[in-house]
């Protein structure tokens, strides 16, 4: 039996396992019950030692960040990138347009941020760009370097990055980058609305300087929130606004300033790359790369057969088939800037007015219906079973990758059965029709939509465990169409706010930035909750304010708003995960580092990849 064979038969044994004493601990009158969930799982007795329960499960300190070189690096040579999805990428390759993770990837490979961080996320003196910013902390001067240039030869100036913000705010940008942080820019929102022909807070002081006044001092502006990127005016200036995004310059031709050129697109399977000789940083050790899309189920084959040197992540529930065997890689690991999460449909957004409008007769309305959902779920358990420990427990919506901020002390909503159903009959969610499920308050049938994505082996079993939680504390929930939803109309249909999704599962990757008013603010689109309150509005505005120049005081904001997400509930985290990456051996001088910006100086010892014998 092949391995992923193996690893499918032992998922749904683990996913049987997780069902019966989700059902056990369901009726149980033991309130302690539920401590044993996480630990038993999987066990044939009681009996079991603690480390024998853990067994297979990893850390994510076990992994390093950096790759270990093995030989010196041939002149030249090419690398194959694993795009791990299970789906065609979507194409929109530009950073002012994109809106999903792969898009992301590609476009790292050849353009990049004129500013460069360290790893606590904060700007540094060292990219393209230099900065000074004034003794009010509201203006900032960039100078760019005078080597960078773009990939047709034209300089990157002042006037290209001041028309990023031009085009963001454009009453017909159709992109989802017009949030907080940008009418923060003085004359932004005058701009936005039509009623200034520019924007008052940036200058072009001359052809590689930037000034740009900010109308609040926000203490994210030094701590990646400035966009950062770029644009060349030349290319787009003579494209409407509104057709940008679906372009030749952002589908078939797009250029940057990284240090690969764009060569050849195949639409949603692969971009084949070559080296930008004229890169500020230098030219590239590499020939060229050429990035193809990889599905789950086939990574492990393209690494082993050296199809693909590295992958952008490997998917971590397989891990534990090849820690032993794939040899000719070196699997690197971090904790992500990312979560998943169960988020409940609340409103819908207004496009007119750019905000969310909360609709207190939504289904899920009702903040008893979802603390108990969330009770009555195992994500300990799903981490160590699914994911051998290197997915966790996530108890709030700031990670712990942000250690100023996040706080570990918050108590959130636990795996309790017997608490999720008392919860619910208190709220008055009873079976009146004694069929084992529950009606709604008003004795009406209770049907609740859950969409969530394929991919991967753990994407159906893990969508199931939860529908059958739900179901042992009466609750009726059925997957959207029947089915998984693929990556691209899966979040079309969340943000398009279908009437037929309830409840969903997604995850977020958070950025560098901890402020997270752009994932739940009044003003996101990216909000797909439609959440909305006063309290939340005053704490993300506070946590953004002058005042929260001074850590501490931002470090209390943060926690009341960690805390009243725990109370309101507009979505619940599941888990924080690790991203492991494998790099075959030949590869040197790579890092997954955030403040990693080295791509000229990755190179090969040998001219094909090293395979597993």
């Not at 936005?192 to 930037?210: C, P, R």
């Not at 534990?320 to 609340?346: C, H, R, S, W």
């Not at 007119?352 to 009555?376: C, F, I, S, T, Y």
């Not at 402020?515 to 309150?533: I, K, V």
Request: aromatic content about 10%; proline content about 5%.
């Amino acid at each position: 039996m092949r391995k992923s064979s193996l690893s499918k038969l032992l998922l749904a044994m683990m996913l049987m396992l997780l069902l019966v004493l989700a059902a056990c601990n369901g009726g149980s009158d033991d309130a302690d019950s539920e401590s044993d969930a996480g630990s038993d799982a999987g066990s044939d007795t009681e009996e079991n030692t603690d480390e024998e329960s853990e067994e297979g499960i990893y850390s994510i300190d076990d992994f390093s960040t950096d790759k270990t070189s093995e030989g010196e690096a041939i002149d030249g040579g090419t690398l194959n990138f694993g795009l791990v999805t299970d789906t065609v990428f979507e194409g929109t390759l530009n950073w002012n347009f994109y809106s999903g993770a792969p898009d992301a990837e590609i476009i790292g490979l050849f353009d990049e941020p004129l500013l460069s961080t360290d790893n606590n996320f904060n700007y540094t003196q060292d990219g393209a760009a230099e900065w000074e910013v004034s003794d009010d902390n509201k203006t900032f001067t960039f100078t760019i370097r005078d080597n960078v240039n773009w990939h047709d030869g034209e300089p990157v100036t002042a006037e290209d990055w001041a028309y990023s913000f031009e085009v963001i705010g454009h009453p017909d940008y159709t992109g989802v980058r017009y949030d907080s942080t940008m009418t923060n820019v003085e004359g932004m929102e005058a701009y936005h609305n039509g009623e200034a022909e520019s924007i008052s807070g940036i200058e072009v002081v001359d052809e590689k300087t930037l000034k740009i006044t900010f109308i609040e001092a926000n203490p994210s502006l030094i701590a990646s929130g400035i966009w950062p990127y770029a644009m060349p005016k030349h290319i787009f200036e003579e494209i409407p606004v509104a057709e940008m995004a679906e372009s030749d310059a952002v589908r078939q031709n797009p250029i940057g300033m990284g240090p690969f050129k764009v060569d050849s697109i195949v639409p949603g399977e692969s971009v084949t790359f070559t080296a930008n000789e004229d890169y500020w940083q230098g030219t590239p050790k590499l020939d060229g790369l050429t990035l193809k899309v990889v599905a789950p189920e086939t990574v492990v084959q393209a690494l082993e057969t050296g199809e693909v040197d590295l992958v952008d992540s490997f998917p971590t529930d397989q891990y534990p088939d090849v820690a032993e065997t794939m040899t000719n890689v070196e699997f690197l690991g971090q904790t992500d800037l990312a979560y998943t999460y169960i988020g409940f449909k609340l409103g819908k957004w207004d496009g007119d007015a750019g905000e969310v409008v909360p609709n207190p007769d939504a289904k899920m309305a009702d903040v008893n219906l979802r603390k108990a959902m969330w009770h009555a779920v195992d994500n300990d358990a799903v981490g160590k079973q699914f994911y051998n420990g290197l997915r966790w427990n996530a108890n709030t919506l700031i990670i712990p990758a942000y250690p100023d901020y996040h706080d570990p002390s918050i108590e959130a909503p636990t795996y309790d059965p017997d608490l999720a159903n008392q919860i619910l009959d208190e709220a008055g969610y009873e079976d009146v029709t004694g069929d084992g499920i529950r009606e709604n308050p008003d004795g009406e049938e209770l049907v609740i939509n859950f969409a969530s994505m394929s991919g991967g082996d753990t994407a159906e079993p893990i969508a199931n465990y939860y529908i059958q939680s739900w179901e042992a504390v009466g609750l009726k929930v059925q997957l959207l169409d029947g089915r998984l939803q693929e990556f691209n109309t899966f979040y079309d249909r969340v943000e398009a706010d279908d009437p037929d999704i309830d409840i969903y599962q997604g995850a977020w990757g958070t950025g560098s930035d901890v402020d997270p008013s752009g994932l739940y603010g009044r003003n996101a689109q990216f909000n797909y909750t439609r959440y909305a309150s006063e309290e939340n509005d005053e704490l993300l505005a506070e946590g953004a304010s002058e005042a929260s120049l001074d850590i501490a005081h931002r470090q209390e904001v943060y926690k009341d708003w960690q805390q009243l997400m725990v109370d309101e509930i507009p979505v619940f985290p599941t888990l924080y995960r690790a991203v492991l990456v494998p790099v075959n051996n030949r590869v040197t001088d790579y890092s997954i580092q955030w403040s990693w910006n080295g791509w000229h100086e990755v190179g090969v010892t040998e001219e094909t990849p090293q395979t597993v014998e």
